[in-house]
């Protein structure tokens, strides 16, 4: 059905989801805040936590059912936000399913992290919905800010705190960038809402208007140092390190999808049409980001600060599919993010099985000669790594995901070939450090000093357990996924008056 | 025994249990391999055990093609087509032409040999590695199978990550510098060549009107590509396929693989993985871009390189002192053979190169065997810390006479039938390269007796050398099938050659006159832009 959004209660239904996870965040909150602090405790409120996800998770499944649209308004229902919202919710569970074992050996106690991190999913659910600038903002404030304390978890780690400041500083410069972004794009088009926006821009052909332009300009420096593309992407490093391990694939993964995701419908839907005005220097932020994450990648020591910089390789990835624009690469993006989502969460859930007290055994040496100890574990994290670089059948998932943007790229109607080049090229730089993780596991022997590895137990094991399975099935059966990110193109509200059709400029392509 | 296999449906699922039975036998060893309550001794043997047998039953099962096969057909055989990822356009097609026939049973051929020649040899983590090389069965019979551009394109890559653990966890010294260097030189061309293959798959769709098409048939039957785009297409085949052929100037990470990976490893690597590289130069680059790949600059540059690689492999072999390092060499010289038979592209040449494909996977699988044998022994592969051991190990130097002798190219023998075969068929089409080529044969005996002259005959000065074990039981059953079929295709390869010559008719023509249509199409419109 069709809501309309002018409608109060069609609104909330619209918005359902979203509120029943802010509800349960918030009932969680006081909950977590009425008994003592402990381990137990901490614990309950995770599980509690990881249930209010799936309950959002089979709720959306019913709105995908459904089927609805809606008329123009500040939201959008479409399938796109209903896959991002997935994503999200998955890597949130996956974040509290891994934190519950991190926090409990690192003496972490507050059990808000968990209820912190749901305002977090919020957030990026408003972000995934929004058609608004304003919700825009909403979103990624609701979401930022969720994060910056999340990244100081770890009250007693010294890096831990100067990830969270450094974390906070830069992304409220970003913050500010947006701002001012949106607030040029509002005077140059008199409105906040994307169908307006686009609609404004193809009728008047805004293209030489410098305020917009400048506001466009603006707009991708604040997502661009929101999903880290180089060269916006200095605090990555840093504060992936430092913030608990947990948290720092909710960043890689949920964050950078989040953003990713808002900075697709934005461009999508209110710039299309003046693409020749942004494609260019989208362009080469892609390819600047490909190329610096992935050579930066291949001389660290750190396992943590190398994900960091291979996360900043698939934000180049990922923006492929922004610059192409077309259906096919929205399918491309939302696989990917999904694929991504599901490797990151791997590789991370097998550094917090092997990670102890002080950040020790994060160098990527620690993992010498792991497989004679470890042998599912390491081959496990020999499946991420594949997947990561991008590698058929041992890679599963993560090839197609590569794939498919390939194939988005050659398939535009405008072909772009040589990104799509430049893309493998750069892959198989990154060839470099996701094998050397493998090669240190497999082919070095374990050091004699090394500390004794135990089998990761309970939460932790389930996540690497799941997400190996999933990489693998899905990359030799992926059919299901395939549909499904198929239909996950945003589709553009319904007129309220059926007489004067919409310009196509809402429309993808 | 056409009439048994019918009777069984043999046709219809051939191809699915060949690429199914290696993968079940791996699983079935890793499990075991966590779950056993095995001495570590026991459960190396039962590993080996089952991989033996796993692997006899895949050349059992495939052997049924070698009647099966129709001859005369130049139609697939054995198909198999099921719709696998239908949103994309990507199907499970498998089939065989009279090419693949040989390559398949080649493959199902050496890699029994293979467990029986790591059989001592393996110390730690046996299991790991047997599941490793039925995987790697699996994923090069996939690629000889292979009717669909994109399942072709994972096989392909498959083979890439267990030879890459096996060369890096069971290898020599250098293991890691050459597995690693192993996979990115693979690695980069491949992903080069996947790019290529999803333009060729939207070029087709976008003709036919549907998404992307990676059907091989269909692929073949679109011909609107630009002359320039098949240009760059073919380039980056040509990279794929001349970087695992190796063609000079691509050829470095071949002598460290080889060198470096264990016995079985180098006699997968050069007895099968090289053939990769000149099959997909059968199959796909000449055949989906004819024109690009007889243009003449083209065709001049790549029998260049080939010669270049004949002499230039022959002399930098002769210089070894390594004996493995040796034999990696003669590869690219013998492979270069191949690619000039290729691309002279008479249905001669064309013959002698397949039979110089399948020649080369025995011989030189044979002499890495030997090698790894009396590397077991006396832990050395330097020429020069053996000499006249033919008195001490007798049956070691009759075998590795007579397989040197084959590799040479001796007439008896089944080398000399594939180079006769080549240099037959390329000297109509280059004569000049083809006399320098010549000379090939003749560096490839200069290396090859001098070097079994210094080993086996020369006085035994070595005290040390006096009390080398000849050969036991389970390496001469190892070698003796190897022998019979170095012999049996020097008297009379007829059967494999008749079985061959359809299929390569076929693609002789159809590289020639669609190369010549392609021209005559290129000439009569100026802009050279046809579509």
């Not at chain 2, 060729?200 to 630009?226: R, V």
């Not at chain 2, 390189?305 to 210089?319: D, E, F, K, T």
Request: aromatic fraction near 12%; charge should be neutral.
């Amino acid at each position: 059905m069709t809501l309309d959004l002018s409608v109060p209660s069609q609104l909330m239904t619209a918005f359902a989801p979203d509120i029943v996870l802010m509800a349960g965040a918030m009932i969680l909150l006081l909950w977590s805040a009425w008994k003592k602090e402990s381990e137990a405790h901490q614990r309950s409120v995770g599980v509690a936590g990881i249930v209010l996800c799936v309950t959002v998770i089979v709720m959306i499944a019913f709105y995908i059912a459904r089927a609805d649209s809606s008329t123009p308004g500040v939201i959008a229902v479409d399938n796109f936000r209903w896959t991002a919202d997935i994503i999200f919710l998955i890597a949130a569970i996956g974040t509290i399913a891994l934190s519950m074992d991190y926090n409990a050996r690192h003496a972490i106690t507050a059990a808000e992290s968990h209820v912190l991190l749901l305002f977090a999913t919020a957030g990026m659910m408003t972000l995934a919905a929004a058609r608004d600038l304003m919700i825009v903002f909403l979103g990624i404030e609701i979401m930022s800010i969720a994060v910056y304390v999340l990244a100081g978890l770890d009250r007693r780690s010294g890096r831990s705190a100067e990830a969270a400041l450094k974390y906070f500083l830069l992304g409220a410069f970003a913050t500010g960038f947006l701002l001012y972004g949106i607030a040029l794009v509002y005077g140059a088009t008199g409105t906040t809402n994307l169908t307006l926006i686009g609609e404004r821009v193809a009728q008047v052909g805004l293209t030489s208007n410098m305020m917009l332009v400048v506001g466009i300009a603006l707009l991708i420096i604040g997502f661009g140092f929101k999903v880290a593309l180089a060269p916006f992407h200095m605090w990555a490093p840093d504060v992936y390190e430092g913030a608990p391990t947990p948290i720092t694939a909710y960043m890689a993964a949920g964050v950078k999808a989040a953003a990713f995701v808002g900075f697709f419908r934005i461009w999508i839907e209110a710039f299309q049409q003046i693409a020749p005005s942004w494609h260019g220097p989208m362009w080469w932020l892609a390819v600047v980001t490909m190329a610096v994450g992935n050579l930066v990648a291949l001389s660290q020591k750190n396992i943590k600060r190398m994900l960091a910089y291979s996360s900043i390789a698939h934000a180049g990835y990922i923006l492929v599919t922004l610059v192409v624009a077309t259906p096919a690469s929205t399918s491309a993006f939302m696989f990917y993010i999904f694929a991504y989502t599901l490797a990151t969460f791997g590789a991370f859930g097998v550094i917090v099985a092997l990670e102890r007290e002080g950040g020790a055994r994060l160098a990527i040496d620690d993992y010498a000669g792991l497989w004679s100890v470890s042998p599912w574990l390491a081959s496990a994290m020999a499946v991420f790594m594949l997947a990561l670089l991008g590698f058929p059948i041992f890679g599963g998932i993560g090839f197609l995901a590569k794939y498919l943007i390939v194939l988005a790229a050659l398939d535009a109607p405008v072909p772009q070939t040589r990104l799509a080049v430049i893309l493998v090229v750069t892959s198989v730089i990154s060839a470099g450090y996701y094998l050397y993780v493998v090669m240190v596991m497999f082919m070095r022997p374990r050091n004699e000093n090394a500390l004794p590895v135990s089998a990761p137990t309970g939460w932790t094991r389930s996540v690497i357990t799941a997400a190996a399975i999933l990489i693998l099935v899905l990359g030799i059966l992926p059919n299901s996924i395939v549909r499904w990110t198929e239909r996950s193109v945003s589709t553009p509200p319904v007129s309220s008056t059926p007489s004067a059709p919409l310009t196509n400029a809402s429309l993808v392509r | 025994m056409q009439a048994f296999l019918s009777s069984i449906g043999y046709n219809s699922w051939v191809l699915p249990a060949l690429l199914i039975i290696p993968v079940v036998g791996a699983a079935l060893l890793l499990l075991m391999g966590q779950t056993t309550r095995q001495s570590p001794d026991d459960s190396s043997h039962s590993a080996r055990m089952i991989a033996f047998g796993v692997l006899v039953l895949e050349f059992v099962v495939s052997l049924g093609l070698w009647w099966s096969f129709d001859p005369a057909n130049a139609a697939w055989q054995a198909s198999v087509d099921v719709s696998w990822i239908p949103q994309w356009g990507i199907r499970f097609t498998l089939g065989v032409d009279g090419i693949a026939l040989m390559m398949i049973l080649l493959t199902t051929f050496i890699m029994p040999l293979c467990v029986l020649g790591s059989w001592t040899s393996i110390k730690k983590k046996v299991g790991t590695y047997f599941a490793l090389m039925l995987l790697l069965t699996s994923g090069m019979l996939g690629v000889f199978m292979a009717r669909d551009l994109f399942l072709f394109y994972l096989m392909w890559e498959v083979m890439l990550v267990p030879m890459y653990f096996i060369i890096g966890i069971w290898g020599g010294e250098r293991r890691l510098y050459a597995s690693v260097k192993f996979f990115i030189y693979t690695m980069l061309p491949s992903l080069l060549m996947l790019v290529a293959i999803l333009y060729l798959a939207i070029h087709a769709g976008n003709i036919a009107g549907t998404g992307p098409n990676f059907s091989y048939d269909n692929l073949l039957a679109t011909s609107a590509l630009t002359p320039t785009a098949a240009l760059w297409l073919f380039g980056a085949f040509f990279a794929a396929f001349a970087v695992k052929v190796p063609m000079f100037p691509f050829h470095t990470w071949l002598p460290d693989a080889h060198v470096e990976a264990p016995t079985a490893g180098s006699v997968i690597l050069a007895g099968i993985m090289l053939k990769m590289g000149t099959f997909g130069f059968l199959r796909f680059a000449l055949p989906l871009f004819p024109g690009a790949a007889m243009n003449p600059t083209v065709r001049t540059i790549i029998v260049t390189l080939s010669v270049i690689g004949i002499i230039y492999g022959a002399l930098v072999a002769m210089v070894q002192p390594d004996f493995k390092k040796l034999v990696a060499y003669s590869s690219v010289s013998h492979l270069g053979f191949v690619m000039l038979g290729i691309f002279a592209l008479t249905l001669e040449s064309l013959q002698g190169a397949l039979m110089i494909m399948i020649n080369h996977g025995i011989s030189t699988g044979a002499l890495f065997f030997l090698i790894g044998m009396i590397y077991e022994r006396k832990h050395s592969r330097q020429i020069d810390s053996y000499g006249g051991i033919a008195r001490v190990v007798p049956m070691f130097a009759a075998l590795l006479t007579l397989v040197s002798l084959s590799s040479i190219g001796l007439p008896g023998l089944n080398g000399f039938v594939g180079e006769f075969l080549v240099l037959l068929g390329s000297f109509k089409v280059y004569p000049a390269f083809t006399i320098i080529a010549t000379t090939g044969v003749i560096f490839a005996a200069a290396y090859l007796l001098w070097a079994i002259q210094r080993m086996l005959f020369n006085p035994l000065d070595k005290k040390e050398n006096e009390h080398i074990p000849d050969l036991n039981w389970r390496e001469l059953s190892l070698m003796a099938p190897l022998v019979a079929v170095i012999i049996w295709l020097g008297v009379y390869p007829a059967p494999v050659l008749r079985r061959m010559e359809t299929a390569s008719q076929t693609l002789v023509t159809h590289v020639q006159e669609r190369a010549l249509t392609e021209r005559i199409a290129a000439s009569t419109s100026p802009t050279g832009v046809q579509r």
